[in-house]
T-cell receptor, first 117, second 113 residues
Framework: GAVVSQHPSRVICKSGTSVKIECRSL??????MFWYRQFPKQSLMLMAT?????????EQGVEKDKFLINHASLTLSTLTVTSAHPEDSSFYIC?????????????FGPGTRLTVT | RKEVEQDPGPFNVPEGATVAFNCTYS??????FFWYRQDCRKEPKLLMS???SGNEDGRFTAQLNRASQYISLLIRDSKLSDSATYLC??????????????FGRGTSLIVHP
């Protein structure tokens, strides 16, 4: 149980284009999903917290107009990187919390490796 | 002081060794604690939650010391497959909601033959 999928797993795009990444909880409902970014040899950095049916809460320094988050259902959240630039190249990972559990564990998707040329 | 601190290592140990990692956190009001494992270029995977009473899962033992604000992970009888980065996660950092996670930078473990 507690499987989270992410799509695509890898994407290469040209500078200035937008990229959408999907995060799905496959066998549970997730009221809360998190989006992270990880640069090589660095720690996971939380970008935003996404709650179903409400606006995402962004961490300090993360541009909400550049990283659009939509959490339209209890099993799906999307992150759109708008007007991507080479410095946005990174490993983007989502995680989800199972609404049934009282302990706040997170289950991670396999990640999306974004390369902007 | 960082919210969640870990010794980055690497810890280089032979197979069969016992190794321990510590993680300190700054917010005394933090609610829940976890250890995750991350392999190179992969997503983190939950290793175990950390409870006040301590918990054990096979070769892995986790402890929480609220008074000193640290959690620990002990790995006994290390296997080659234990080689990974171990991430400490604390929910409820400074100025955050009680369920917002903060990750440590991770401790790298290398188990050699």
């Amino acid at each position: 149980g507690a499987v989270v999928s992410q799509h695509p797993s890898r994407v290469i795009c040209k500078s200035g284009t937008s990229v959408k990444i999907e995060c799905r909880s496959l066998d549970f409902q997730a009221t809360t999903m998190f989006w992270y970014r990880q640069f090589p040899k660095q720690s996971l950095m939380l970008m935003a917290t996404s709650n179903e049916g409400s606006k995402a809460t962004y961490e300090q320094g993360v541009e909400k107009d550049k990283f659009l988050i939509n959490h339209a259902s209890l099993t799906l959240s999307t992150l759109t990187v708008t007007s991507a630039h080479p410095e946005d190249s990174s490993f983007y990972i989502c995680s989800a919390r199972d609404r049934r559990t009282s302990v706040h564990e997170q289950y991670f998707g396999p990640g999306t490796r974004l390369t902007v040329t | 002081r960082k919210e969640v601190e870990q010794d980055p290592g690497p810890f280089n140990v032979p197979e069969g060794a016992t190794v321990a990692f510590n993680c300190t956190y700054s917010n005394s009001a933090s609610q829940s604690f976890f250890w995750y494992r991350q392999d190179c270029r992969k997503e983190p995977k939950l290793l175990m939650s950390v409870y006040s009473s301590g918990n054990e899962d096979g070769r892995f033992t986790a402890q929480l010391n609220r008074a000193s604000q640290y959690i620990s992970l002990l790995i006994r009888d290390s296997k080659l497959s234990d080689s990974a980065t171990y991430l400490c996660v604390v929910n409820g950092g400074v100025g955050r909601g009680s369920y917002i996670p903060t990750f440590g930078r991770g401790t790298s473990l290398i188990v050699h033959p």
